[in-house]
Each structure stands twice: as C-alpha cells, then as structure tokens.
C-alpha cells in the first residue's frame, strides 16, 4: 500500500531546472534508497518532501494526506543529515530530550521514550556523556536516536554514514537496517554509493538531472537497468556495444549488452550449445580476498571478468592465454 505518494514533484532554482516531474510511491514500511550521482536533486528531493523548501509543482501525501502546504514541524518528518549537527553544550540525553520538552511531554515520559530509544541504537552506556566524547559512529547513532525518539511517521536520511570512515560505516549500514525492520519506520535514504544502495534499500530509485531513471528492487537494477546511464551508475557491469558484443562471442546480436564481471566464467564450456568460448589475454589481476579481477582482451575488446579464489588453486597471470565462456542469456540487453 502507498504511504508517501510524490506525483509530478517540479522546482527550480532561477532558470535551473533541479526536480523535473519526480513521481515516486514509497511503501508503508518500507526503506527506499534515493542513488544518483552528485547535484541529481536528491538532497533537494528530501527537503522538498520535509518542507524544508518549496517545490514549484506537484503534490505529496503523506498517509494519505495532502502535505505540501503543511509547516515542516506539521508533517511529523524526521530527518539525519550527514553531519549529525548535535548540541555540543549538552549531554545526549538532554540532545534527545530537546524535541520532546518542546512538545511539553512530562519529565517521565520524556525519560521513558529516551531510554528507549537508547536501547534501540545501542548506546545505553553514553547518555551522559557530551558529543566530543563519542566516536563518529556514535554521534550518527545519536542524530539517528534525535529523530526516532520524536516517532516520526517519516524518516528521511540524507547520507547519514558518507562522513565515516569504512569501517564504522559497513557496521552502522547493517546496524540502521536492523533498526529500521526493527521500527517499521518508513524511510527514505539517499546516497551515491551503490552498495549502500543495494544492501539497504527495498527498492531503489536511481535520479540523474532532476529525474528518476529507474524505480526497482535491488536486483533488478543491478541485472536489469532500463538505460545506460543506471547500467553505467550500478555496479561494474561491462557495457559492450553491439558491434563489440558480436566480435566477441563471433555472432551478430543488433543490442548494447549489459554483461556484469562474474557472468564470464573461466575455462572452456562443458557442452551447452548455448554457451561460447572466447580466447582472451590477461592484461591485469587484482586479487581482493575471495575475489579476482582481472582484466582481459579478447579481439581488441577490453572487458573485466571477476571469479572467485581458491586456497589452494592458481589465479591467471598477466600476459596469460586463457579462454572464457559467456552465456549471452547472462547478459541484459538495452
Ligand atoms: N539554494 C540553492 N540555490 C541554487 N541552486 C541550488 C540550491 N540548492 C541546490 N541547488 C542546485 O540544485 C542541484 C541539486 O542539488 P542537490 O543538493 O539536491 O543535489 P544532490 O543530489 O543532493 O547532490 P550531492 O550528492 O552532492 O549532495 C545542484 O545543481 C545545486 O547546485
Ligand atoms: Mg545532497
């Protein structure tokens, strides 16, 4: 069932178009990930959706409701920015309790939510403490505890773990995903890192200039993109023309082939009329972990072939002459 409904979402900024007709249903419960690259509008999506600016054209429900015209105190939005933006001057506790006194709750609920929402994002431990005492981590699971203590019927999530560091960020990546199937918050997340993209979201939305190219699961965008630039935008999937595709496997195909990197498999093909052999020449290897990439030509065609490693078997060298197999059904054509 629709829960947020944007239906032809228009805005500019001067003679700049930046939201071009963005029509996009989310879902009760649902964790829809906004992906584009920078200055695509996303950040200008959500605060639209927030009330934080004004769109031009276009209407957005809530629960069914009408809220464009609605203050944004009035929405019951929450919202994490990138920089978790917390009173340095205050206690954690007293960071979370600063929505709640405004909404003169009595001192024992006010505590009660608090604590719960400690609970929630695992800091129990720091309500006492001030923001310079906490790790980057921490701080964003604070901003994120600032926004959910309010219970907002709408999360909005403008990149909220670009500003850390690797490590900290795949960890607070699973541990939001288990916080929002935990809460069944409806929430949007924006990002232009494509496996956060895949890893969180339900589904996906990927913009470019203003527009939306594609709304999908995950998989789907990831093996079926609708164009070129989501195909070029997701993952590292090779893009040969149809001329190239042809020389390649040595048959006329008339489309762009959209082939992902673990689709050619390494060695000749074991029966299968479907399957064709392809000489190649290593150019380069890279081994990360349980992963080789490598590099090949085949005819003049450079393309990326991925395999998984072994403990105990040998990975291509450069300069080496192998052969792979490709099953044209693999590929995605546009
Ligand atoms: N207040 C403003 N006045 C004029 N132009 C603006 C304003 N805010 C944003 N823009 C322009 O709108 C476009 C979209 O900006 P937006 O911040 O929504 O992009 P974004 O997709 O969030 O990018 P990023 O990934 O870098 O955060 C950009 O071209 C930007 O320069
Ligand atoms: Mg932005």
Same mark, same amino acid.
């Given at each position: ?13 001067? =003679? ?151 490590? *900290? ?18 929430? *949007? ?62 048959? =006329? ?5 959209? *082939? ?69 059904? =693999?590929?995605?054509?546009?």
């Amino acid at each position: 069932m629709t829960y947020l409904d944007l239906s032809a979402i228009g805005m500019r900024y001067g =003679d700049n178009v930046i939201l071009d007709g963005i029509d996009l249903s989310v879902a009760q419960g649902e964790m829809h990930v906004l992906l584009g690259p920078s200055g695509c509008g996303k950040t200008t999506l959500l605060r639209s959706i927030a009330g934080l600016v004004q769109p031009d054209k276009g209407a957005i429900h809530l629960a069914g409701l009408a809220i464009e015209k609605l203050h944004p105190k009035d929405r019951g939005i929450g919202m994490v920015f990138q920089h978790y933006a917390l009173f340095p001057n205050m206690t954690v506790r007293q960071n979370l309790a600063f929505g709640l006194e405004q909404r003169r709750l009595a001192r024992t609920v006010i505590s009660d939510k608090i604590d719960a929402v400690l609970d929630i994002v695992s800091l129990q431990d720091k309500a006492d403490s001030r923001p310079r005492q906490l790790s980057g981590g921490q701080k964003q699971r604070v901003a994120l505890a600032r926004a959910l203590v309010l219970e907002p019927s709408l999360l909005l999530l403008d990149e909220p773990l670009s500003a850390l560091d690797a490590q *900290i960020r795949k960890r607070l990546r699973d541990e939001l995903k288990r916080i929002q199937r935990r809460t069944g918050l409806t929430s *949007i997340l924006v990002t232009h890192d494509q496996d956060e993209a895949l890893s969180l979201g339900d589904r996906i939305s990927v913009m470019n200039k203003g527009r939306i190219a594609q709304t999908a699961s995950g998989p789907e965008i990831f093996y079926r993109p609708d164009d070129l630039f989501v195909a070029k935008f997701i993952g590292n999937a090779n893009i040969l023309s149809a001329a190239e595709f042809s020389r390649l496997i040595g048959r =006329d195909f008339d489309q762009t082939a959209v *082939i992902h990197p673990h689709m050619f498999k390494i060695g000749r093909a074991s029966g299968g009329s479907s399957l064709f052999d392809v000489a190649v020449t290593v150019v380069e290897t890279v081994v990360a972990g349980n992963i080789v990439r490598y590099v090949m030509q085949s005819n003049g065609i450079i393309f990326n072939v991925e395999a998984q490693t072994a403990m105990n078997r040998a990975h291509l060298a450069v300069g080496e002459e192998a052969t792979v197999t490709i099953d044209p059904s =693999d590929a995605h054509f546009l």
